[in-house]
């Protein structure tokens, strides 16, 4: 508690500048929040270790996230990223650390996954918006009804209420036209634009990407870096596993070197970039500039 | 405009397990034959097809009047009746059956009710085969498990064909495929005599007695009653009087019972018969009898779309719960479900029908025919579809799974509303297929005693001796069944096509 204090007082030190809220509804929490000028967690990851069989994909994984924040994970392919993004939302489990967001915390020790576990991941998720490479989204449903489909089976929100709300946010991506077309008919760019308003639907604190351009031409993969730009300046906090390293120097407040399953360095971009304190870092900077 | 008619046939079902149960409750003399085309033993009078008729079915009339119980037949199928029996499905069996030592070693038997023999008969042109040691170089026809069976056995120099039905012996007969028929007297005056294209030749051959058959063991007391019973009307004449009306009182009969008498009793059921199987002459005498037999194609008709309807409604919703415990269950729930699929997959369904009807009787479940059908046919066709659907499954992108939990759906929302429609459309087209295939396939519930639509052509074509009217009347009812699936098909193919296109268009 005290470690953790401290360091979100460092944090503040770090990050003077408060971002507006995305929705002052979610902010009025019941988290301690600690000074005015100071930031609040919205999420910790602690020694998160997993492996496939025999295999270590993580090792000892810790981070912190404030609220607002936009962080980049970035390193070679395999180094873990994918693996940990998606034991933060329990897509993977993993074996042992603790994962808290927002005010749920789920702790893992080796043990088996149980259904009471399953419960509380599904809290825990309630924070927790996901995008994905490969888009995803549902190809039999309209893209409205893409957007609208977990409000409405999941939070059971009045329909009525969950239409303007979507309508609300296609706008936001830009995608109010096309509302009422099937995925397969939109540009990969369009997809995961609405897949990022499918995401917001349900109101996260958190938005997870695993390489949300990677699938893209970078004229249209553009078009998503924009609207995720839009968002932080609206104050989502957002965690974006990427290989595109513009972006991630552009646009990052922090940005994690993962290698190996393990972070060998957070920074913020420019100090990244210019001076790099691991000889790893500079290395693989080095090759992907 | 679904969902009543699904109550309808489920209620309809409901009500035919429950009348099942409702008549087993009030105790009459229960007895069964198969009256298919079992002519003239017990069959449908071919004037009125709601009515049985028979010599055997005249005597258990008699003998339940002299009881003072009410008769109730029960129809099984041939292969089915000693089994039924077994499982006290009724007490008594009267077909036709032989009291030879194998089978007064497995049943009880009454004292006899009729003595015959084993009769030649050939088309009327053929001439020479009118002995039975005559008969060797040529093929000849029997029915098979009877006397005239066992004695060709003997005879390497004739080739043997046995089988089921004589109706289909004599079809053979008709059509040159065999050289002679051999068969119990009855049959042979009935099958050869009553038609124009064939005679009896030559003198009786062999001897048998048929007796009514009862469970080993069980029931000696109404054995014992229907003995004294037949022996009254033995004493009586009763027994010449019924026999003399079907023209089938034999010197056998006189030597046995010692009866010599000649009663003035004109032979009325053969007549009625001979007039009522006389071929049709003319095309609107051929159309009437067509016209008359649509009720009766229409019955089984109904059953069999009963029958397929519960079945499939079962074989979707268990084939969906296999496959989805199969793709989504736990290790050992999928296995066992896995071991399910192949088990039925691997066994034909006919030894499944017969085993749900008659082998589970064994360990206390008896169902009604309808039931052990619907049942025997929807966990079959349960197979096939979850291995359908665990397909249409596996063809839904892993993401989509992803992507529904990220969203904070429950596994069961998540395959709800995005993985299992999705796979339906897979699905579809296979679906309706073996929609139509179930609905052909229930007509193996026939020989489990119900008269479903292929049961019905079996019957009436036998009865008039006429596989073609009946056969096209029959085929033309399943396309008529069968309908509704390939439209359904067609326009489920449609809609989802549409699905697919109408992005575009915008
Ligand atoms: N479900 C799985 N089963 C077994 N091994 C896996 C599984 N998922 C990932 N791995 C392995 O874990 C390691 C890390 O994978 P991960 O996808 O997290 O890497 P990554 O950093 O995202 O790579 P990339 O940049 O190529 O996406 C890889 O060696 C991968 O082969
Ligand atoms: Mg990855």
């Not at chain 1, 420019?270 to 080095?286: A, H, I, Q, V």
């Not at chain 2, 079907?246 to 009625?272: F, K, Y």
Request: hydrophobic share 45%.
């Amino acid at each position: 508690m005290v470690v953790f204090f401290i360091m979100s007082f460092v944090g503040c030190l770090r990050l003077p500048e408060t971002h507006p809220s995305y929705d002052d509804r979610e902010i009025a929490g019941p988290v301690e929040t600690g000074p005015a000028f100071c930031v609040e967690t919205v999420l910790r990851a602690e020694s998160i270790c997993k492996s496939f069989d025999s295999h270590k994909v993580l090792r000892n994984v810790s981070l912190t996230v404030e609220r607002g924040e936009l962080v980049s994970i970035i390193g070679p392919s395999g180094c873990g990223k994918s693996t940990f993004l998606r034991c933060l939302n329990f897509l993977e489990i993993p074996d042992s650390g603790t994962v808290t967001i927002a005010d749920d915390s789920i702790r893992r020790n080796e043990g088996p996954w149980r259904s009471s576990d399953e419960a509380q991941a599904h809290q825990l998720r309630a924070h927790v918006g996901m995008v994905f490479q490969s888009f995803n989204l549902f190809p039999h449903r309209t893209v409205l009804d893409n957007v609208m489909l977990a409000p409405r089976v999941v939070k059971h929100v009045a329909p009525s209420v969950i239409e303007s709300e979507a309508r609300e946010l296609l706008a936001k991506v830009g995608l109010e036209a096309a509302a009422l077309r099937y995925p397969a008919t939109l540009s990969g760019g369009q997809q995961q634009r609405a897949a990022i308003a499918r995401a917001l639907a349900m109101r996260p604190d958190v938005m997870l990407y695993d390489e949300p351009t990677s699938a893209l031409d970078p004229r249209v993969a553009e078009e998503v870096l924009e609207v995720m730009r839009a968002l932080d300046r609206e104050g989502m906090t957002q965690i974006v596993v990427t290989h595109d390293m513009r972006f991630a120097r552009a646009a990052s407040d922090r940005i994690v070197f993962m290698e190996s399953g393990e972070i060998i360095e957070i920074a913020d971009p420019d100090e990244m970039y210019l001076n790099p304190k691991d000889s790893r870092t500079r290395e693989f900077l080095g090759a992907s500039l | 405009m679904r969902k009543p008619v699904w109550r309808a046939v489920l209620l309809a079902a409901f009500a035919l397990f429950i009348f099942g149960a409702a008549a087993r409750a009030d105790e009459p003399l229960r007895w069964a034959a198969d009256g298919t085309a079992n002519v003239p033993f017990t069959f449908h009078d071919p004037a009125e097809e709601s009515h049985m008729v028979g010599f055997e079915y005249d005597i258990m009339q008699e003998i339940g009047r002299r009881l003072g119980r009410e008769v109730q037949f029960t129809q099984n199928d041939w292969d089915g009746l000693i089994p039924g029996l077994q499982r006290g499905f009724y007490d008594m069996v009267a077909d036709g059956i032989e009291m030879t030592p194998e089978h007064v070693e497995a049943l009880d038997f009454s004292r006899p009710y009729y003595m015959t023999t084993e009769r030649i008969v050939v088309r009327r042109d053929q001439a020479g085969l009118d002995s039975f040691e005559r008969l060797g170089g040529h093929t000849v026809g029997t029915i098979k498990d009877t006397l005239a069976e066992r004695m060709l056995r003997t005879r390497p120099d004739v080739t043997l064909r046995s089988y089921d039905e004589e109706s289909n012996a004599f079809s053979d007969l008709r059509n040159s495929r065999l050289d002679a028929v051999l068969l119990d007297g009855p049959i042979a005056l009935y099958y050869g005599e009553a038609d124009p294209d064939f005679r009896i030749v030559g003198p009786p051959i062999g001897h048998l007695a048929y007796g009514i058959a009862f469970r080993k063991g069980a029931n000696q007391e109404l054995r014992h009653r229907v003995d004294e019973a037949l022996q009254a009307m033995i004493a009586d004449g009763a027994l010449h009087r019924i026999l003399a009306r079907w023209n089938l009182w034999t010197p056998e009969m006189a030597d046995w019972t010692g009866d010599r008498s000649v009663p003035n009793i004109v032979p009325t059921e053969w007549e009625h018969y001979l007039a009522s199987t006389a071929p049709a002459r003319g095309w609107t005498a051929r159309f009437y009898r067509y016209v008359s037999f649509l009720p009766l194609i229409g019955r089984g008709a109904l059953l069999t779309l009963m029958v397929s309807g519960c079945a499939m409604v079962l074989a979707v919703g268990m084939g969906l719960a296999l496959a989805l415990t199969r793709r989504y269950g736990p290790s050992w729930l999928a296995a066992l479900a896995t071991l399910y699929v192949e088990i039925v997959r691997g066994t034909p369904l006919l030894i499944q029908i017969l085993f749900i009807f008659y082998g589970l009787p064994s360990i206390g479940i008896r169902l009604s025919p309808f039931v052990a059908g619907v049942i025997g046919l929807g966990m079959n066709y349960a197979a096939y579809e979850a291995e359908n659907y665990r397909a249409g499954l596996q063809s839904v992108a892993r993401g989509q799974m992803e992507a529904a939990t990220a969203l904070n759906m429950t596994h069961l929302q998540a395959l709800r509303y995005v993985v299992v429609p999705q796979a339906f459309r897979v699905v579809v087209p296979v679906m309706t297929n073996d929609f139509i295939s179930l609905l052909k396939d229930s007509s193996l519930v026939s020989i489990i005693t119900l008269t479903e639509l292929s049961q019905t052509y079996v019957r009436l074509s036998s009865t008039y001796f006429d596989y073609f009217g009946p056969g096209l009347m029959v085929g033309a009812a399943y396309l008529l069944l069968g309908l509704p699936f390939v439209r359904l098909a067609k326009l489920a193919e449609r809609r989802l096509a549409v699905s697919e296109r109408r992005g575009g268009r915008h």
